[in-house]
């Protein structure tokens, strides 16, 4: 047996795992900050990490967002989310993954995986032969790549925010800065296409902005400029961390709504972006498509894509409903978030009742 799993404490963290499996080069960490309400849910990001503190400190962070995703969302699901230090082009092989889903199993799934940025469907076809818990496959009866439904559930997002700037969901002629044309972005890119938006497409893979700017008749600007590009709305739907104290004064636009987990690099940073008066949609409200999506998998009639549709579009009145607290509070949208997600967590509002049950 060569995988070897320590546990680490972390204050607030129900469970932190670090695994490590030397004969196939998988160094990763498993993080469960909260099952007050269900099992955790949340994917494995495959990232070339460049040291062990920066992956733990990303795994904290995101599964504690997907606490606060689960619990606003109301999935019954708890927060988890795991990490592999690896880069996924050229390091992800199968018996890394099998060496992982063995560590997966060993929680008796109090942490179920699904994708995130580095790991596809496919992929989950090959932890499904080592574990039972994990969820979103291309298969018949799962529920397959989350990233279309998280598209259409930020599309519901940017519908809230034109509603509550200028009081309709048009999107005719509005100019939306979208930052990452990946399997969220991509797809972005093509609902506020036909909604008539007007694009401003950034990606650090060129290919990608080329072809989506011929498909959609859209400006590019360069990655490192597309913060202070002059828009409506900026959609980050690429990584984390890049709403700072820095670069929120570069924004010029009037809302920010988009995919990214974990868009504020600091909790604190919301009010930055109030006091500038820039609307934003917390990123675990609207990116909360994927999680919606996965959690119909435990639906007792079993997973129907269309009710997963009309859940998730519920993530328009409930962005609507915290534009207004949060504007009658004079609090910045993320910190009413928060407010909300920490409540129901202590209070084991929208507890999952009914056990999964994994075959
Ligand atoms: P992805 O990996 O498919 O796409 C990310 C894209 O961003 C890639 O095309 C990449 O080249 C680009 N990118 C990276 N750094 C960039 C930069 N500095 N400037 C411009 N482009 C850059 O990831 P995916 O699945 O589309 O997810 C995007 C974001 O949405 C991530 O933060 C992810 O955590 C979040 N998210 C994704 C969900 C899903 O269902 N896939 C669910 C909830 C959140």
Not at 35 to 55: M, Q
Not at 296 to 306: I, K, L, Q, T, V
Not at 313 to 338: C, H, M, T, W
């Amino acid at each position: 047996m060569t995988l070897q799993t320590h546990k680490l404490h972390i204050p607030d963290y129900e469970q932190v795992i670090e695994v490590i499996d030397e004969n196939v080069g998988l160094h990763a960490f498993i993080a469960i900050h909260s099952t007050s309400l269900g099992p955790s849910l949340g994917g494995i990001r495959i990232y070339p990490y460049p040291n062990k503190e920066e992956a733990l400190q990303d795994v904290l962070r995101l599964s504690k967002a997907m606490s606060y995703k689960s619990a606003l969302a109301e999935t019954g699901l708890g927060g988890g989310k795991s990490v592999i230090m690896a880069d996924p082009r050229t390091q992800k092989t199968e018996s890394l993954l099998l060496s992982f889903a063995a560590a997966v199993d060993q929680l008796n799934g109090v942490y179920i995986a699904a994708e995130d940025v580095g790991t596809c469907a496919e992929d989950m076809i090959i932890l499904r032969k080592r574990t039972p818990y994990v969820v979103a496959l291309p298969t018949s009866t799962s529920s397959g790549d989350p990233a279309p439904f998280t598209a259409f559930g930020v599309f519901k997002g940017i519908q809230a925010v034109a509603q509550q700037i200028w009081g309709s969901t048009s999107l005719k002629s509005k100019k939306i800065a979208l930052q990452g044309l990946g399997h969220v972005g991509a797809k972005l890119a093509d609902l506020l296409f036909w909604e008539g938006a007007e694009l401003i497409l950034a990606d650090i893979d060129s290919n990608l902005v080329e072809t989506a700017c011929r498909k959609y008749g859209a400006r590019s600007v360069l990655p490192a400029h597309i913060l202070e590009t002059p828009c409506d709305i900026f959609s980050p739907c690429a990584m984390g961390g890049i709403l700072s104290e820095e670069t929120i004064p570069l924004l010029r636009c009037m809302a920010v709504a988009g995919s990214a987990n974990n868009q504020l690099a600091k909790r604190t940073d919301g009010k930055l972006l109030l006091q500038r008066s820039i609307l934003h949609a917390p990123g675990y409200v609207i990116n909360a498509g994927g999680i919606i999506n996965v959690s119909c998998e435990f639906d007792p009639s079993g997973y129907n894509p269309a009710t997963a549709r009309d859940k998730i579009a519920k993530i328009y009145d409930r962005l609507l409903l915290l534009f207004e607290q949060a504007a009658k509070e004079g609090k910045a949208p993320s910190q009413v978030a928060d407010e909300a997600g920490e409540w129901k967590l202590l209070h084991g509002i929208g507890k999952r009742l009914a056990p999964i049950h994994f075959t």
